[in-house]
């Protein structure tokens, strides 16, 4: 684990640049705010052209504005417009703000209408005793009432943690197919095992609180990007209990992008799995021989390979990867067993 994170490290901050930048205001017509959303500051949509103080300081996300970006303890250049927001990625290519900026109008357009969007996943009491937990929580996306869920861990080299790139659009999609979202924002500079504490913390609150968020506890999926799938294939592997969370049955479904993961169990749950070949963080071929030792032992393998493409390419709009989460969804949707009424 160490050595990923030394390389991940090693990543020149230039990165960044690889995403490019949309133009300002160049949100599809689709997106744009409706007048009436406009009229409340609470419910004001961002732009390209926003500045990031806009995310900061909106209303809408007073308490927990902070923990939609994706470092803690940093200062940022309030001042740099949204449609620049690659400059926070360093790890991560081929970023579009368009899909970021319109999921996080989405979260404005919920709050403006009462419904919660963020919850606490410790106690306050914890937060005082581990004060990194602060850090930490779930942002919800809600689907059809009753549907299963996923939860989706980004990924950032266990530095920050790419919510804006592979987390709330990855929502977004699934959100499309009638299933609800969950993103995790979760302890990093901890290194995997304290992160995937939060992920199982996250999905014993969901399962203890399945009413109440109108989400079906059964057949849940886990997805995960880079650092982000490490975490969801331990959970799938070792179970929830493993990291302090309660006893749950395994996920339906892990969904892996783009990580050089290699341990396994004799009983995984189905895996679907996507990397770039010219991924330069995760060997391909590392993927590659986990995918055929869970082949080797039954498991339900989903597995594709992108040309020219390198490593933290998210929804891969544009690539050769575009369209990859409606094949995972569809994965998923074959291994949901519980519908409901």
Do not use: C
Request: glycine share 10%.
């Amino acid at each position: 684990m160490s050595r990923l994170k030394t390389v991940y490290m090693a990543l020149p901050v230039l990165l960044a640049a690889a995403g490019g930048e949309a133009k300002a205001d160049e949100l599809p017509a689709t997106r744009r705010p409706e007048s009436r959303l406009m009229q409340s500051p609470r419910g004001e949509h961002l732009q390209l052209s926003s500045p990031l103080h806009s995310v900061l300081h909106h209303p809408a996300f007073a308490g927990f504005a902070r923990l939609l970006l994706p470092w803690d303890e940093r200062a940022y250049d309030e001042s740099m417009p949204l449609h620049q927001m690659a400059r926070l990625l360093p790890y991560h290519s081929h970023v579009h703000p368009a899909e970021a900026i319109a999921a996080l109008n989405r979260l404005i357009d919920e709050v403006s209408q009462d419904t919660p969007v963020f919850y606490d996943l410790y106690s306050e009491a914890q937060k005082q005793a581990q004060p990194s937990k602060r850090n930490t929580g779930l942002f919800y996306f809600r689907g059809k009432p009753g549907a299963p869920f996923a939860v989706i861990a980004p990924g950032g080299g266990f530095a920050y943690v790419g919510s804006l790139h592979e987390g709330f659009p990855y929502a977004m999609a699934i959100n499309q197919a009638g299933y609800n979202a969950f993103v995790l924002k979760y302890r990093v500079g901890q290194g995997a095992a304290v992160a995937t504490e939060d992920l199982a913390a996250a999905l014993s609150y969901i399962i203890q609180n399945a009413q109440q968020l109108a989400v079906n506890p059964e057949d849940y999926a886990l997805w995960g990007s880079s650092a982000g799938a490490r975490m969801v294939a331990s959970i799938g592997s070792h179970g929830v209990a493993a990291f302090g969370g309660d006893d749950l049955p395994q996920p339906a479904t892990v969904v892996m992008a783009y990580t050089g993961h290699t341990d396994h169990q004799t009983q995984e749950p189905p895996t679907f799995a996507v990397i770039g070949e010219q991924d330069g963080i995760a060997s391909p071929a590392t993927m590659a021989r986990r995918v055929e030792q869970l082949r080797k032992a039954g498991t339900d393998v989903e597995f594709h390979r992108y040309p020219a493409l390198g490593h933290g390419f998210g929804l891969g709009v544009g690539t050769s990867a575009e369209g990859w989460m409606q094949q995972a969804i569809q994965f998923w949707g074959q291994h949901i067993h519980s519908r409901p009424d």
